[in-house]
């Protein structure tokens, strides 16, 4: 177990919620509050009446006219009865929240033509929030492209902040040394806001070659001016540049926070989940535990300073960098509340840490794994594992837990296992092909999680779709510019049918209890229903998008191969109510009130990893009258 902190003086944290029975209750960042609870104080729509949940109106985005079509991700925020969105191709739509009306629309690749092409995919997670807090004061929507970019809008018409940057513009590429420039670089998730800065992570290469870096930087909010960057790769001179053996910090990128960031406003604290480094399979070139690689981290918001950090996996060489924020949340552990940081992994694990120290709060072991085969590659000896709560994915495969959905589904895994490396967790990548389990999408996924500070409950959707990873030596000409090995894709273990090699369920929600490091309750997530239709148990399915939690004791997930979207009882894990969407929910939802009344919204774009249809909308929903 390792973790390092220094301290700050200790405060309460900033947490305020709207009152729910005023006539407007906003979602006003994308985990709701700054410190990424996603949990709604609102109870019109409750356990008793959420089967009359009906669509109240569906906005269009029109982006599948002409060119293909792209996967939404976007959380929308809803701030004085105006909603926000972010599209499949990086336009921000200001809404009407109660009807749908299209108030304004902000198009920065058509109007603001940029030489680079988006990271990921040019994916979006939604944007973010800024007013300086006065009557009739400054009100601006903040919006980071994956092609390297911040916009500053005027919240009330979209119009640029001629202020910031250049024009509105801020080209997060300035900074960057000339052998990054032209690299896919930039922000996939909502940058966050302390105060008057914009904080921001980014997606980027993950190699082999060379890739970005992944730094962590901040934004003066008014005129774009960078006020402080924190090296996710520490150099020489700096802490954990010795976890980098011999120069293996050198132009080394990833290491990023590609799956957003939280606030802690009180203490003035930033916390990100960061990645692995590059390249994700093989770590031959970067000998040592590889900091802040993996590493659940704690900055100082106003100066980019590190505060406390743990890492949760060493030397990764799995892709299995940590993929979402951490919640900060606050539990009752010995008859004490304790402010504490949440972190869900891709290993299907959760780690629990003290918010001011970064001490765990359940006893962490360090796990012995077993060595690499690869030559050149040392894997790290051990992994560090938390007692408590237990793995939410399955840590293991073998002749045991195969597909049981059909003899001739059975047989055709055995087959293969028998070909393969197979077995526990943190089995090292190898030439012959190793079973990874969990699998590169997790365990959790930048669905990440969501807490109700009412009863202690966690809940993450979460896979179990085993991948199989197999290495190759680079063909000698290639190997200055990508080093020893390869890997030979993302390969998907799966049966004769395409369905995933190991027994249901394939996609899971849970709640964990995190007072009592306990799993309350799990079900299967979603359905394959030609299976169903063959007398199959409801297996769950992969998913995509996250969940939301609310006062009124309902869980709202889409995310679901199924495309559908769905209401669970937070207390017992029943669902309660199911909608058919047009095409994929593969976004987190939010929840509102205008004017009395609740509303629920999903975006259902379909599309991405799933490889469903394409869809380009906005669903909401309310009570029937």
């Given amino acids: 177990m390792r973790f390092s902190f220094s301290l700050l003086a200790p405060c309460l944290l900033c947490a305020t919620f709207a009152n729910a029975e005023s006539p407007n209750t ?81 198009d920065p690749l058509r109007d603001h033509p940029f030489p680079h092409t988006p990271a990921s995919g040019g994916v979006n997670r939604g944007c973010t929030y800024w007013s300086d807090g006065k009557p009739n004061g400054a009100r601006r929507i903040i919006h980071g492209t994956s092609d390297g970019r911040l916009f500053s809008l005027n919240a009330a018409d979209g119009k640029l902040d001629p202020t910031f940057g250049k024009g509105g513009v801020r080209n997060l590429r300035d900074e960057l040394a000339p052998q990054f420039a032209k690299l896919p670089y930039g922000p996939t998730s909502a940058p966050a806001i302390y105060n008057d800065t914009i904080i921001v992570g980014v997606s980027c290469g993950e190699g082999p070659g060379v890739t970005a870096p992944g730094d962590i930087r901040a934004f003066d909010v008014r005129t774009g001016a960078q006020l402080w960057q924190f090296h996710s790769v520490p150099r020489p001179g700096e802490f954990g540049n010795d976890t980098w053996l011999g120069n293996s910090w050198k132009d080394r990128g990833a290491t990023n926070a590609w799956g957003g960031l939280t606030v802690d406003v009180k203490r003035g604290l930033l916390f990100a989940g960061l990645g692995s480094a590059a390249f994700d399979f093989f770590g031959g070139d970067r000998p040592g535990d590889n900091l802040f690689a993996n590493c659940t981290i704690a900055l100082n918001a106003r100066t980019g300073k590190r505060v406390w950090h743990f890492q949760t996996l060493r030397h990764d060489i799995w892709d299995h960098d940590l993929p979402t924020y951490p919640n900060l949340v606050t539990v009752k552990h010995d008859g004490k509340s304790i402010d504490a940081v949440a972190q869900v992994t891709k290993t299907g694990y959760v780690f629990l840490f003290d918010r001011t120290t970064g001490k765990p709060l359940f006893d962490v072991k360090d796990q012995p794994v077993p060595a690499s085969t690869v030559p050149g590659e040392k894997a790290a000896a051990t992994q560090p594992v938390p007692i408590k709560p237990p793995p939410f994915a399955v840590q293991t495969m073998d002749e045991s837990n195969v597909t049981n959905i059909g003899a001739a589904n059975t047989a055709f895994v055995l087959a293969k296992l028998r070909t393969i490396k197979f077995g526990p967790a943190f089995n090292p990548p190898s030439v012959e092909g190793t079973v990874v389990i969990p699998g590169f999408h997790g365990g959790a996924n930048w669905s990440g999680a969501s807490f109700d500070p009412t009863s202690g409950l966690l809940y993450i959707n979460s896979n179990n779709v085993p991948n199989i990873l197999t290495v190759a030596e680079t063909k000698p000409a290639d190997r200055e510019k990508h080093g020893p090995y390869i890997h030979t894709g993302y390969i998907q273990f799966v049966d004769n049918e395409g369905y995933p090699a190991i027994k249901p369920p394939w996609g899971v929600l849970s709640a964990i209890d995190l007072n009592k490091g306990e799993i309350a309750w799990q079900v299967p997530l979603g359905e394959h229903p030609e299976l169903t239709a063959r007398g199959i148990p409801r297996t769950g399915t992969e998913t995509f998008g996250g969940t939301i939690v609310t006062a009124g004791g309902l869980v709202f997930i889409a995310g679901t191969k199924d495309e559908r979207f769905h209401a669970f009882d937070k207390q017992t894990g029943k669902m309660l109510w199911e909608y058919q969407l047009p095409a994929g929910g593969y976004a987190t939802p939010s929840t509102y009130q205008v004017n009395g009344r609740q509303y629920v919204v999903i975006a259902a774009g379909g599309a991405g990893k799933l490889r469903t249809k394409a869809g380009d909308s906005f669903h909401v929903f309310a009570l029937s009258d």
């Fill in 26 to 106: 906003d979602w006003r960042v994308v985990g709701n509050d700054p410190g990424g609870m996603r949990y709604s104080p609102l109870d019109q729509i409750n356990r008793s009446n959420v089967a009359r949940l009906k669509p109240a109106w569906t906005y269009h985005t029109g982006e599948l006219k002409g060119r293909p079509g792209k996967t939404i991700e976007c959380t929308p925020i809803v701030v004085d009865g105006v909603m926000y969105i972010t599209t499949a191709y990086l336009r921000v739509i200001a809404l009407d929240a109660a009807t749908g009306t299209e108030l304004w629309n902000f």
